[in-house]
């Protein structure tokens, strides 16, 4: 056995050694949970972003009556759009 001034020193090096461990896994989980909320808002953010340019390009496509004016498309009718351009002139 080791003499009690041996043992008083080992103990109080264990025990410091679990209270840094406590402290330091403590902040460092602070530290990751402000990093975890940041990153979902962030996420939120970019989420809004994305629905935004989706609204707004919902907002400006063509509706589905709307007058076709690409001869490739089977839509397009030239009666149409002559009609239109004397409505216009």
């Known amino acids: 056995m080791g003499s009690?001034?041996?043992?008083?020193?080992?103990?109080?090096?264990?025990?410091t050694g679990v209270a840094y461990g406590w402290y330091h896994r403590r902040t460092l989980q602070a530290a990751h949970d402000v990093h975890k909320i940041e990153a979902a808002a962030h996420q939120r953010e970019h989420l809004i972003a994305q629905a935004k340019e989706?609204?707004?390009?919902?907002?400006?496509?063509?509706?589905?009556?709307?007058l076709v004016t690409d001869p490739d498309d089977p839509r397009f009718d030239l009666e149409k759009l002559i009609k239109q351009w004397e409505a216009t002139a």
Do not use: D, E, H, M
């Open 4 to 15: 009690p001034t041996v043992n008083v020193v080992r103990y109080t090096a264990l025990f």
């Open 54 to 66: 989706a609204w707004i390009k919902k907002q400006q496509a063509p509706k589905a009556g709307s």
